[in-house]
């Protein structure tokens, strides 16, 4: 079995940090030890990787990816090859992407079909959620055969009616059915009948700029669906995650419903925590770069998510990576912003931006681990074989250059998307080294992984629940 010893390290994690070495063996950590002056051990191992003055990190954990998905009448431009190779750059050693059942069509052979667009394409390990779309007494018998298959979250969407969206009734069933099965129910959360009238009047008004995007999906109507699904939770009993959290008004009926002790939950991604409406309102059609649902929201929500970062009452960071390049996919809406595929690329830059939120004082250093490594592996099911830097544990493992300058850039990223979000964006910090399961994959602006080294995970109980 190869060896590799991390030395001269600080092992950052959700619990604290410590000066200490890291003896990897085959996939798994073997012996985390502490460094203290006087103490002198010798280890020996195949390989060795200087760490002093970088911090060493439990893989990042993104739990919310979409690699080649149907969407908008085209299909998520990063495949799961292009789309884990870029987040390995990132520091991100697991994804957890959404596999869409399409109406019509049944749970299990939508799992098939998600399995054989990742197996043996992936550079890191992989878990799915599963998107229902279709309620009905097949699919909710079905739900168990998902969690028996490892896949034991399942998304729906109150928005985009038509498409994705279920009726309250619907999702009162399903919540009911996951209730039961000890499943999570992960929410979309956006009142997609209300928006699509107030689509139509823009578009009658001749409003048709990236920017009515954001314009026609005010954060009351988040905030709305948000208290709603929260309702619909608690009569089910169902253990609730809304995703992609961006509204004050949201991130208020979440705090409200944590104070009373129910299991909700919730995501927000950097986009939100970075970006505005102003974004969306780059003349020259250009917003439609940042055209992602729910949307941008006013500069000033900001602050109430990076407070609620702080409070957990937003338990993990996400991407939503959903690329869609912006010739020929973006620019199918131009002259309607109805029709610009929603998404936005982020994979490689979540661990990034979220230091810069440390650098900033903006988060604290072992927040930033927790957010985006350990509470996604516990709410997913996958702590502690991914999410931390302990003995037995999977040696996912990021060496991360605290003073490193980079510039973000599409001219330098690896996302299969010919536009960054965060274009001439300057921050401190960058991945130097990231292991998968012991394996090196990016070494100092290299990358040496392979094609089908990631392997499916199925995972277990979301570990927060009582
Ligand atoms: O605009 C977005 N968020 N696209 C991806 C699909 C979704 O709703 O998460
Ligand atoms: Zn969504
Ligand atoms: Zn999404």
């Known amino acids: 079995m190869s060896t590799t010893l991390i030395t001269g390290g600080t092992v950052v994690t959700a619990s604290g940090t410590l000066d200490a070495d890291v003896l990897v063996e085959g996939e798994k950590i073997a012996m985390v030890l502490a460094r203290r002056p006087g103490l002198e051990v010798t280890m020996t191992a195949d390989r060795l990787i200087d760490a002093t003055g970088k911090y060493?990190?439990?893989?990042?954990?993104?739990?919310?990816?979409?690699?080649?998905?149907?969407?908008?009448?085209?299909?998520?431009?990063?495949t799961f090859e292009t789309g884990t190779r870029a987040a390995a750059w990132g520091g991100t050693t697991t994804i957890v992407d959404?596999?869409?059942?399409?109406?019509?069509?049944?749970?299990?052979?939508?799992?098939?079909?998600?399995?054989?667009?990742?197996?043996?394409?992936?550079?890191?390990?992989?878990?799915?959620?599963?998107?229902?779309?279709?309620?009905?007494?097949?699919?909710?018998?079905?739900?168990?055969?998902?969690?028996?298959?490892?896949?034991?979250?399942?998304?729906m969407f109150m928005a985009y009616p038509g498409v994705f969206y279920a009726t309250?009734?619907?999702?009162?069933?399903?919540?009911?059915?996951?209730?039961?099965?000890?499943?999570?129910?992960?929410?979309?959360?956006?009142?997609?009948?209300?928006?699509?009238?107030?689509?139509?009047?823009?578009?009658a008004a001749g409003r048709t700029d990236p920017v009515e995007h954001g314009l026609t999906r005010p954060p009351e109507l988040e905030g709305e669906a948000t208290s709603r699904a929260i309702t619909l939770a608690q009569v089910a009993n169902c253990p609730l995650y809304i995703v992609h959290l961006s509204a004050r008004h949201a991130l208020e009926a979440v705090a409200q419903a944590r104070d009373t002790g129910q299991n909700v939950f919730a995501e927000t991604c950097p986009q939100y925590l970075f970006l505005s409406i102003?974004?969306?309102?780059?003349?020259?059609?250009?917003?439609a770069k940042f055209v992602a649902s729910p949307p941008l929201r006013p500069k000033d929500h900001q602050d109430s998510l990076w407070r609620g970062l702080r409070t957990n009452d937003l338990s993990v960071v996400s991407t939503d990576h959903c690329p869609f390049c912006f010739k020929d996919q973006k620019e199918?809406?131009?002259?309607?912003?109805?029709?610009?595929?929603?998404?936005?690329?982020?994979?490689?830059?979540?661990?990034?931006?979220?230091?810069?939120?440390?650098?900033?004082?903006?988060?604290?250093?072992t927040r930033w681990v927790e957010v985006a490594s350990t509470t996604?592996?516990?709410?997913?099911?996958?702590?502690?074989?991914?999410?931390?830097?302990?003995?037995?544990?999977?040696?996912?493992?990021?060496?991360?250059?605290?003073?490193?300058?980079?510039?973000?850039?599409?001219?330098?990223?690896?996302?299969?998307?010919?536009?960054?979000?965060?274009?001439?964006?300057?921050i401190t910090g960058r991945v130097v080294t990231t292991l998968s399961r012991g394996r090196v994959v990016i070494d100092d602006g290299t990358y040496q992984g392979s094609t089908g080294h990631g392997t499916f995970l199925a995972r277990g109980l979301n570990q927060y629940l009582l």
């Open 56 to 78: 060493v990190l439990p893989g990042g954990i993104d739990v919310h990816t979409h690699m080649e998905m149907p969407f908008g009448g085209t299909s998520s431009a990063d």
């Open 332 to 365: 199918l809406g131009r002259g309607d912003f109805s029709k610009i595929p929603n998404g936005m690329p982020g994979v490689e830059h979540r661990m990034d931006l979220l230091h810069a939120g440390v650098a900033a004082g903006r988060l604290p250093l």
């Open 376 to 426: 996604p592996a516990r709410m997913f099911g996958l702590y502690p074989r991914k999410g931390v830097i302990a003995a037995g544990s999977d040696a996912d493992i990021v060496i991360y250059d605290p003073q490193a300058r980079q510039t973000l850039s599409a001219a330098t990223h690896h996302m299969n998307v010919d536009y960054s979000a965060y274009e001439g964006l300057e």
């Open 278 to 287: 102003d974004d969306l309102a780059r003349p020259d059609f250009e917003g």
């Open 168 to 203: 309250d009734g619907e999702i009162l069933l399903a919540m009911q059915q996951a209730a039961r099965s000890g499943a999570t129910v992960m929410m979309h959360a956006e009142n997609g009948i209300a928006i699509d009238q107030l689509v139509a009047q823009a578009l």
């Open 98 to 155: 959404f596999a869409v059942q399409a109406k019509g069509t049944s749970l299990l052979a939508t799992l098939d079909k998600w399995h054989a667009k990742a197996d043996g394409n992936c550079a890191i390990d992989y878990g799915f959620h599963m998107i229902v779309s279709d309620v009905n007494d097949t699919t909710l018998k079905e739900m168990d055969a998902c969690i028996e298959a490892g896949v034991n979250s399942f998304k």
